[in-house]
């Protein structure tokens, strides 16, 4: 089973081009991380793979998307869920007024009420914070444990593939270790990721393959191992401050450009 985007093109509002043509495959064994700069394109591309465009007035101009060969693009968002794929969005976005086992219940919406206590059984399992505060307001819950609820709630769609949005972000370092292990461990079980993050170094820690995203196109795609000892990714990603790796972006742009669209 592949998860896949074929040569994707998106625009917004028909006036801003968001991707021009983006490309990636993701087998359901590997973990595949996507970097990119803010504004390369990262979250436009997850919103064309889980049927959010509309929502944000953005559209499908060229290309498509495909889960086993079978059009993706085409289903609105509870389709894409029902196919076998789910998303946690940056940010996290708990329904804050809700207890815990309430927002895990919102990521049920099409289980009997049989099996729904199978699913906070597993669910629990995964995260044991999650079950020591079930019946806490999720507003009040820390960001890690806002953000582990946030995947727990899409796993209790049981997916083939969990699409992961920025996870490490506004975390302590100790949290990110942890939310690292628990992607490491969901993979284990048998659930493709793609993991699109800004924090190169966690992601390539863990990724099988990994993609580099500049202006909506996908510029260079290698296995992690290899993007971990390219000297431009180490040198733009891996290292610096946030200054240097800004000024990096500005003097070197043009020929990395060129060196990876050659």
Same mark, same amino acid.
């Given at each position: ?10 625009? !917004? ?10 490309s ?19 979250? +436009? ?50 329904? +804050? ?6 927002n ?8 009997? #009420?049989?099996?729904? +206590?199978?699913? !906070? ?18 507003? !009040?819950?820390?960001g ?12 209790? #769609? ?48 863990? #990724? ?45 742009? !043009? ?8």
């Open positions: 089973m592949t998860l896949a985007v074929h040569n994707l093109e998106v625009v !917004y509002e028909d006036v801003i081009l968001a991707l021009r043509g983006a990636l495959s993701v087998p359901r064994d590997t973990i595949v991380a996507v970097l990119g700069a803010n504004g390369a394109g990262k979250t +436009t591309l997850l919103r064309a793979m889980t049927g959010l465009l509309d929502v944000h007035r953005g559209k499908i101009t060229r290309g498509h998307v495909s889960l086993d060969g079978a059009t993706l693009d085409t289903r609105k968002a509870a389709g894409v869920v029902k196919s076998g794929v789910s998303q946690v969005m940056e940010g996290r976005r708990v329904f +804050t007024e809700f207890t815990v086992e309430e895990l219940r919102v990521g049920a919406h099409t289980t009997s #009420a049989r099996d729904l +206590t199978e699913k !906070y059984d597993r669910i629990y399992g995964m995260f044991p914070i999650l079950a020591e505060r079930k019946n806490a307001i999720a507003g !009040y819950l820390s890690g444990e806002q953000q582990m609820l946030a995947i727990g709630r899409a796993m209790m #769609a049981e997916p083939n593939y969990l699409l992961l949005d920025e996870p490490s972000l506004g975390l302590a370092p100790k949290i990110v270790e942890q939310i690292r292990d628990l992607i490491v461990s969901i993979n284990a079980g048998g659930t493709g990721i793609l993991l699109i993050e800004q924090n190169a170094a966690m992601a390539l820690s863990i #990724a099988d393959h990994g993609y580099v995203m500049e202006n909506g196109l996908t510029v260079m795609d290698a296995p992690a191992e290899t993007l971990r000892s390219d000297s431009d990714i180490q040198e733009f990603y891996l290292g610096g401050t946030g200054e240097e790796r800004a000024s990096l972006r500005d003097v070197k742009h !043009y020929k990395r450009r060129k060196r990876w669209l050659s």
